[in-house]
């Protein structure tokens, strides 16, 4: 059966950043009985990559890319019953706990680079503003995370991303999680200052660098 | 003698800025605003608003917010320490102070950001009180090796103990307040002679949209009640979190202060208030929030005007850069926004000093700045008729080798008509390779070094330094903590 036309407006739903209809032609392969990951993979992921293009171009800007980020949530939404039903994996990635740091309340970067993890694959717990440190570890636990994301706009706050490094040594689960910082203040040097393992400038970066620290784990595992 | 025309602009026509307010009376009237402090809900409530204490929202009624309009004084008195010299903030006088709360300083040697510390700090208001058109002063570094739990008490206290120019400060925790409170009290010799002659401004400030939470609220309370003026700082970014257009973003932006406005009234009627913001244009690549952009000083022009015609001193953070270092960019955006704002008349302009979107202070920025709100006073002062006629009887005799420079006309205006700049290069070319080749950078870096090796300007009497040192202490101990790093370094 040839899918091609349905597959290209699929894309085109998440490039025009258009929910509804996002939704509504996952309804329709769903209906026609196709299979969900095929769907996904052949449907959905090039309209993501196109957006990644448009934005590395320079023609996307934040609110198309928040966008087609929400219009893939809204696909995902519909395909993902069928997914788990048939044992398959939406993810390449994995498990992401994310949140703005302790005695921080901005949260519009974290929020962007939460929709943007979970459009591309990524299953994400967002913990939201003002996150105690214990929290992050507390809910990685619960959930089986492979990343804890933390974010801080203000210098004052940014201090807190290394206590959380530091209390995950404490509590001997430092390797057990890839630690990944992010926000406005927060620079290559200072996710090594804090001890974290990545540090991405935006993000579009979140995503390649998420995918990226995977393929590197899983890499170093089978060695 | 004619009368002098004082420059100024205006962004809104008379019907867009009633249309503006009406509309932001009508958000709080219909959709209401979140206010996040038990208190400030109660008292809401008493006075007719519809206050909801489990979802913590209220809608506040246009009769209430006009009401708590006019028992709002339209100036503001501010007192220098010695409580003698003081600075009308209202109508459209001027007044330039360095942008607050930087968490790091532009290192001149590395040319790069470090944390500040104490040191720095001390640095910083003994700086800014050498610098004669920065009228105020405002706690502008936040020192590293000071715990967060006193921090805001702290630099106001070192502020005190190193400047005689009024404040503008606020405080980062509940705590913070009462400890700052007594600390101008003592310096006044009371409550009620603080409450008289104001020495410190506020700053408290909504969280977009449509939020006051309980640090803030609970400032504009306390505030209200000392007679300490709070300054509402709305900064909605423009489709983040507020709408992407700039008459939208203005009208978010006059229901939160009204709502600030309100509480501090019902809080003391004729509390001093000013209607203020740090707005900005939102950067849809980089997620940033520029204060250098066009966009934001429209914001912040346009907004004050509304304050005005809402009969409010204003005040705005403009003059400020989002440049990293001492470059153009730096120079274009700060001049750019200190003009906008003279020209504006915004009574509080804070911004002097400041790169990096807010959070890094340079002294050479600060040197230079200085020279750049001379400018824009000078600017403001506009052109003057000031004799009569203006010249005709100046040319009587005129020959063909008159000139003016030994005329005594010239000795007499030329020092009040023109100012003469330290730092803007203005050497023939020669004269400047000579000179060195210096920079507008390079001099200043010179001018701040031999400012702060002068003696300090304005110490503190021992007795009132000896009052602050054991209020700080007390505060430090009630927090858990031991001294605190030495202010007489």
């Known amino acids: 059966m040839n899918n091609g036309g349905l597959y290209a407006g699929m894309s085109k739903a998440i490039v025009d950043g258009d ?13 026609a009985g196709l299979d969900p990951s095929e769907v996904i993979e052949m449907g959905y992921v090039p309209g993501l990559r196109r957006v990644g293009e448009l934005w590395e171009a320079g023609e996307y800007f934040l609110p198309e890319l ?27 990635g994995g498990k992401v706990v994310i949140g703005t740091i302790e005695g921080d309340i901005h949260d519009i970067g974290k929020n962007l680079v939460a929709a943007m993890l979970q459009a591309g694959g990524f299953e994400v717990f967002d913990l939201g503003a003002d996150v105690k440190l214990g929290s992050f570890i507390d809910k990685a636990e619960a959930v089986g995370a492979d990343f804890i994301c933390a974010s801080a706009l203000l210098t004052t706050t940014m201090a807190n991303q290394k206590r959380l490094v530091a209390l995950l040594r404490e509590r001997k689960l430092r390797d057990k999680y890839m630690v990944i910082v992010g926000g406005a203040p927060a620079s290559r040097k200072w996710a090594e200052e804090a001890g974290a393992d990545g540090y991405a400038e935006n993000a579009v970066a979140a995503v390649k660098l998420a995918k990226d620290m995977v393929s590197r784990r899983a890499l170093g595992e089978r060695r | 003698m004619i009368e002098t025309r004082r420059p100024k602009i205006e962004f809104l026509s008379p019907e867009l800025a009633d249309k503006i307010v009406d509309e932001g009376l009508a958000l709080l009237e219909k959709e209401g605003i979140f206010v996040e402090n038990r208190e400030a809900l109660k008292l809401l409530g008493e006075a007719g608003a519809a206050a909801d204490g489990a979802t913590l929202r209220v809608r506040i009624g246009r009769g209430l917010v006009l009401e708590c309009l006019a028992s709002t004084p339209a100036t503001i008195t501010m007192y220098d320490r010695s409580g003698e010299k003081s600075y009308l903030v209202g109508g459209d006088e001027i007044h330039f102070d360095p942008g607050s709360a930087a968490v790091s300083l532009l290192d001149h040697g590395t040319q790069e950001e470090r944390k500040a510390g104490t040191r720095d700090l001390i640095d910083f208001y003994r700086l800014v009180e050498t610098l004669d058109h920065i009228h105020f002063q405002s706690t502008g570094l936040v020192s590293s090796d000071v715990p967060a739990g006193v921090a805001d008490a702290y630099r106001l206290y070192l502020g005190l103990l190193h400047s005689a120019k009024p404040f503008v400060t606020g405080t980062f925790r509940v705590e913070g307040f009462e400890p700052m409170k007594d600390m101008l009290a003592a310096v006044r010799g009371g409550e009620e002679e603080l409450r008289r002659k104001p020495l410190a401004i506020f700053d408290a400030c909504p969280s977009p949209p449509l939020k006051w939470s309980n640090l803030t609220t609970r400032s504009l309370i306390d505030a209200a009640r000392a007679g300490i003026p709070s300054e509402l700082i709305s900064m909605g970014m423009t489709g ?38 740090s707005p900005s244009s939102f950067d849809m690549r980089k997620g940033t929030t520029p204060m250098g952009a066009v966009e934001t000083m429209m ?18 953070y403009m ?34 000093g400041m790169l990096d979107f807010e959070s890094c202070q340079s002294f050479e920025k600060l040197v230079i700045d200085d020279e750049i709100c001379g400018m824009a006073y000078r600017l403001i002062a506009g052109v003057a ?38 730092l803007m290069d203005r050497d023939p070319y020669e004269a400047w390779v000579m000179a060195g080749r210096t920079t507008v950078l390079d001099k200043a870096h010179r001018d701040v070094e031999e400012r702060l090796r002068k003696p300090p300007l304005s110490p503190l009497p021992a007795g009132t330094r000896a009052d602050l040192q054991k209020i700080m202490a007390g505060y430090a101990r009630s927090q858990g903590l031991g001294p605190l790093p030495e202010p007489g370094l």
Request: charged residues 20%.
């Open chain 1, 19 to 31: 929910g509804v209809r996002a939704g509504r032609l996952a309804g329709e392969a769903l209906g």
């Open chain 2, 385 to 422: 008729q000031r004799e009569e006629p203006i010249a005709l009887d100046k040319f009587e005799g005129f020959k063909p080798d008159f000139q003016f420079l030994s005329h005594p006309h010239t000795r007499c205006w030329y020092r009040r008509e023109h100012i003469l700049p330290r």
């Open chain 2, 240 to 277: 983040a979190t507020s709408l992407a257009t700039i008459a939208g973003t203005l009208v978010q932006h006059v229901a939160e202060s009204l709502a600030g406005l309100v509480i501090c009234q019902l809080a003391r009627r004729g509390a001093p208030v000013i209607f203020g913001g």
């Open chain 2, 299 to 316: 914001i912040d022009s346009a907004y004050a005007q509304i304050g005005k015609r809402l009969k409010l001193p204003t005040h705005a």
């Open chain 2, 319 to 352: 003059a400020l850069s989002d440049a990293k270092v001492n470059d153009a960019q730096s120079g274009i955006e700060t001049a750019m926004g200190a003009v906008l704002a003279a020209l504006s008349g915004i009574n509080v302009i804070s911004g002097p």
């Open chain 1, 66 to 92: 928040i966008a087609s980020a929400e219009a893939m949530k809204a696909a995902m939404a519909v395909l993902e019953p069928g997914l788990r039903h048939s044992g398959g994996r939406a993810a390449t």
